[in-house]
């Protein structure tokens, strides 16, 4: 009975969980005000450069295996601040889309629909690879990938683009979150 009840438990906890994972924490009013506040800027190729398998070898053949595992952990803290700095970002941007939704333009609305899939998909993406790479911080010589964030944000990137070309064709390439 009491492993049931602790089982229930877990399962309500990470239940809500996911539900704040998907509905982000970009739910005030003033996101939709000026959006550009609550961006912050993701080097996706950093990111990459810090999963990258075979910089993590070389790494591993130049260095001790301790003074190794301290920059493997330093390397995966940072590569943890970009994934946590994209999820922020896909919560901002599934408001824009969620809002963009209520469009009466169907392109537009088409747009908002895939930018606010991708959004959500981001953060159950972002979910997955904090929980990796705080386990490879652990346990330096597990082999974490947490590849698709760097394809999903990208993807998201280009959704906004879209989406902003169709809100306002005339104020340029990224107004969806230029807008004031």
């Not at 070898?57 to 946590?84: G, H, M, N, W």
């Not at 922020?88 to 408001?95: D, E, Q």
Request: glycine share 4%; with cysteine.
């Amino acid at each position: 009975m009491t492993i049931t009840l602790i089982l229930v438990c877990v399962a309500l906890l990470a239940l809500v969980l996911l539900l704040s994972l998907a509905k982000g924490q970009a739910s005030s009013p003033k996101v939709l005000e000026n959006p550009r506040e609550h961006i912050r800027s993701v080097d996706v190729e950093a990111f990459r450069n810090l999963m990258d398998p075979d910089e993590k070898e070389f790494l591993r053949t130049r260095l001790r295996p301790a003074e190794f595992r301290k920059i493997q952990r330093e390397r995966l803290r940072a590569a943890a601040d970009y994934v946590s700095c994209a999820a922020g970002n896909a919560a901002v941007l599934l408001r824009l889309g969620e809002a963009a939704r209520r469009s009466p333009d169907p392109a537009t609305v088409a747009a908002a629909d895939k930018l606010v899939d991708n959004a959500i998909r981001l953060r159950f993406y972002a979910f997955q690879a904090l929980a990796r790479l705080y386990v490879g911080m652990l346990l330096p010589g597990v082999r974490v990938s947490p590849v698709r964030i760097a394809e999903s944000y990208e993807q998201m990137t280009r959704l906004v683009v879209l989406l902003g070309c169709l809100q306002y064709p005339t104020r340029g390439v990224s107004a969806a979150l230029l807008a004031d």
